[in-house]
């Protein structure tokens, strides 16, 4: 299992965590969570990650490619761009600064681990049979501990793979209308009101500590 600690940089905090759940269930750890470019390296400086995720749009302060300059030409750091419809000039400033690799939001699962592996010098020893099995594990979680049904489990799972109701709708084949209605049901078994709140839950509470007990 990969050993190397990550420091995630994004001030959105669900597709943080989004990130985290996903790098944590293949072993690596989290050095931390970072929301601004200044934060950002004063984490990096202070804990020696062995990879940043850097999200290229943060909202105050430096922005990623200003703090990725630093990140990797004074503290020697490799850096993986997070970017969401960038444009051409945005892109190419970032190429400038010789990142480790770029991904695309929304998120896909297959692209982190690949971009973060590849980044890392690192072979994948995971194949899509096991990330099918790691899910279906998830789905069974969420029925156990929310008494969740198996429409709303896949919701769920899907939410975290595709933060979003539009982008979890089209992922499972349904409306948008259909999503909100299994939602609504998810909120009041997890006792919970909005999808933030949902997915934090979700990604921090007891399910998530027995799924990563299940991948062990």
Request: net charge positive; glycine share 6%.
């Amino acid at each position: 299992m990969p050993n190397q600690k990550i420091l995630i940089v994004d001030d959105d905090r669900t597709t943080a965590l989004v990130m985290q759940l996903y790098l944590e269930n293949y072993g690596f750890g989290i050095a931390a969570i970072a929301t601004t470019g200044n934060e950002a390296i004063e984490k990096a400086k202070s804990l020696k990650p062995d990879l940043v995720l850097m999200d290229i749009q943060l909202g105050t302060g430096l922005d990623g490619i200003d703090a990725a300059e630093i990140i990797i030409n004074r503290l020697n750091i490799p850096v993986v761009y997070v970017t969401a419809h960038a444009d051409e000039d945005t892109l190419e400033r970032a190429k400038m600064t010789n990142p480790a690799g770029f991904i695309n939001k929304p998120l896909r699962e297959t692209d982190l681990l690949t971009t973060i592996e590849f980044a890392l010098g690192k072979t994948r020893t995971h194949d899509s049979a096991t990330n099918d099995k790691r899910y279906q594990s998830m789905d069974e979680v969420l029925k156990k501990i929310y008494k969740l049904t198996p429409a709303e489990a896949r919701v769920v799972v899907k939410l975290i793979e595709n933060p979003g109701l539009e982008a979890t709708a089209n992922a499972l084949g349904i409306s948008v209308s259909t999503v909100r209605t299994h939602l609504k049901r998810v909120y009041r078994k997890t006792q919970t009101n909005r999808q933030f709140a949902l997915l934090h839950k979700i990604l921090t509470g007891p399910a998530s500590q027995l799924m990563k007990r299940r991948n062990e």
